[in-house]
T-cell receptor, first 114, second 115 residues
């Protein structure tokens, strides 16, 4: 079975500051990794994913995450946040073979203030 | 392309009643998964249906059930509602043909309140 740990339940940050949301996972098999974002009263939207290849993946709105196999981590970063980035962020994993389902972390609420 | 549609968006029910939630996936998607989201537990997987068959199931009591129709639309039913069933229920659809096709697209959810 897989598990995901998001170490921070809330991360407050000022606008234009950098941010890192931490995600560690545990799995006995190889996995694919995802970050989802949830705005208030909305469903989840895929932010970025790692399937294979370059360990650094980027989203269109300035977020990036790096897959670190030795540390079993997939931390999400943004060099300069905006008020509109205020949302809850979920890290998720899935086995990269066979049929299985996404396992989510408990989420990190990113609170950006002016 | 239309997204994942969940109905209704909000629902208030009384303890002991039953409820049915509906999910229409993205056209062409054959997999539908259901999740329960609560502040304390986060996102918990309920079950997944693929081509009308339940393919995976989470650790929820038998009061929680679901089904999928031939057009891939899915329903989730909760019988004998308890106060603890109050949650946001999210449906996600995907192509479902293997791990690389499991990019999940979520609906806006149904907010169920049990009083």
């Amino acid at each position: 079975a897989q598990s995901v740990t998001q170490l921070d339940s809330q991360v407050p940050v000022f606008e234009e500051a950098p941010v890192e949301l931490r995600c560690n996972y545990s799995s006995s098999v190889s996995v694919y990794l995802f970050w989802y974002v949830q705005y208030p009263n909305q469903g989840l939207q895929l932010l970025l994913k790692y399937l294979s290849g370059s360990t650094l993946v980027k989203s269109i709105n300035g977020f990036e995450a790096e897959f670190n196999k030795s540390q079993t981590s997939f931390h999400l970063r943004k060099p300069s946040v905006h008020i509109s980035d205020t949302a809850e962020y979920f890290c998720a994993v899935i086995k990269n073979s066979g049929y299985s389902t996404l396992t989510f972390g408990k989420g990190t609420m990113l609170l950006v203030s002016p | 392309k239309a997204g994942v549609t969940q109905t209704p968006r909000y629902l208030i029910k009384t303890r002991g009643q039953q409820v049915t939630l509906s999910c229409s996936p993205i056209s062409g998607h054959r997999s539908v998964s259901w999740y329960q989201q609560t502040p304390g537990q986060g996102l918990q997987f309920l079950f997944e249906y693929f081509s009308e068959t339940q393919r995976n199931k989470g650790n929820f009591p038998g009061r929680f059930s679901g089904r999928q129709f031939s057009n891939s639309r899915s329903e989730m039913n909760v019988s004998t509602l308890e106060l603890g069933d109050s949650a946001l229920y999210l449906c996600a659809s995907s192509l479902g043909g293997g791990p690389k096709n499991t990019e999940a697209f979520f609906g806006q959810g149904t907010r169920l309140t049990v009083v």
